[in-house]
């Protein structure tokens, strides 16, 4: 059984996607991140980063349980332990280490810059021309550099689906509230159609449906979201 802590971010989205694909036995505990379940102490215990999400694993690689934090690092792992989404290192080295390549692109990249986009246009107190200017435009350049690989490839890693698809989708499904146009990006267009229609991708987006957000957060959730609360030493 996989205890799945987790909130619908895009982040945590990779993980509920994953589960579903692989068929796991899972449970997901809601830590609802504008309330400040990340800080409590439990949760901090599994996740140091304060940060969803994170799963503890009854059956680990040793038969005993294992908890990890870090949502590639999770991807990862899962792949691993089902031997499914991800070429094996010692039968496909190469495509072991592609797939690894684009799951990197994507916590380096995609998240990141997404993330400050996001941020900086809808969350910043102050509105900064420069900041918005520089991660909507680094945003656009990384779909471009999405489009030419899909240009090449029928997914991020190769021919196959794998947790490199899983990582990027749930931040590019987002294009729209990104000032993307996916005109500009017609690979990256059909990428994102084939994988929506996936059945396991349709229920991972849908765990903690009814807990998204329908307005931006305000007062002393915005205060531990975004303000001085988060940059606490715990």
Known sequence: MIRAYS??????????????E????????P???????????????ISPNNRIPAIIDSDGPDGSEISLFESAAILFYL?????????????????HYKVMEWV??????????????NHFRNYAPDKIPYAVDRYVNETARLFGVADTRL??????????YTIADIACFPWMRGWER??????DFPNVKRWLDEIDA????????????????????KGKEWEIMFGKEQFKRR
């Open 178 to 183: 990104q000032q993307v146009s996916l005109d």
């Open 104 to 117: 990197m692109w994507q916590m380096g990249g995609i998240g990141p810059m997404m993330g400050q986009s």
């Open 22 to 29: 692989c068929d796991l036995e899972h449970e997901i505990i």
């Open 31 to 45: 830590i609802n991140i504008a309330k400040g379940d990340q800080f409590g102490a439990d949760f901090l215990a």
């Open 198 to 217: 996936r059945p396991a991708v349709k229920q991972g987006l849908e765990v903690l449906k009814d807990k998204r957000r329908s307005s931006p957060p």
């Open 151 to 160: 240009g090449e490839t029928r997914f991020l890693g190769g021919d196959d």
């Open 7 to 20: 909130w619908p971010t895009p982040n945590g989205h990779k993980v509920h996607i994953m589960l579903y």
């Open 79 to 95: 792949a691993n332990k089902t031997g499914r989404f991800m070429p094996s290192l010692a039968g496909d080295p190469r495509g």
